[in-house]
């Protein structure tokens, strides 16, 4: 599954979320028109740079779409649960921590960078966890929201 991990689950930065999908979007869909209106003036082209051309704008208009999706997703159907933190892990290319939360019975679990959050309890920290209804595998740890401190 495509995602971004330099996002977080504040507002500022689901919006961010949504206008870079969405510049994704038009990226993608301008390139692939452009290479649709070559390919048709010249049919010899749809093997050449042009067919790829007009794959990877699609692939992009694909992937800027869902994305854009997702963080709309976050910011507008979503709810929070409370999570723990169980230790230290890679999260991408960052140091994280690893977190554990059930929603709708089902327990899921899922990796956050520290994003300049002081204080954080690596193992056993209770912290909100925004879930987006729409898929709840994907649950966003916010550790500048403590539970029960």
């Not at 504040?10 to 993608?28: A, E, P, Q, R």
């Not at 050449?48 to 507008?76: C, D, W």
């Not at 409370?82 to 230290?88: F, M, P, R, S, Y």
């Not at 899921?108 to 960078?113: A, D, F, K």
Request: with cysteine.
């Amino acid at each position: 599954m495509f995602t971004i991990l330099l996002l977080g689950s504040d507002v500022t930065s689901l919006k961010l979320g949504i206008v870079f999908g969405l510049i994704m979007v038009m990226v993608g869909s301008g390139m692939a028109a452009s290479m649709a209106v070559e390919i048709y003036s010249d049919r010899q082209k749809l093997l050449g740079r042009a067919g790829v051309a007009l794959i990877v704008g699609l692939g992009l208009t694909y992937f800027g779409f869902r994305i854009a999706n997702r963080e709309y997703g976050f910011l507008t159907d979503f709810t929070f649960v409370e999570g723990q933190t169980l230790g230290k892990q890679r999260c991408g290319k960052n140091m994280g921590v690893q977190f554990e939360y059930a929603y709708d019975g089902q327990r899921y679990t899922g990796c956050t960078s520290f994003g300049g959050a002081d204080q954080v309890k690596i193992n056993g920290g209770r912290y909100l966890v925004r879930v987006w209804k729409g898929d709840p595998a994907g649950g966003r740890m916010d550790l500048e929201r403590p539970v029960g401190h």
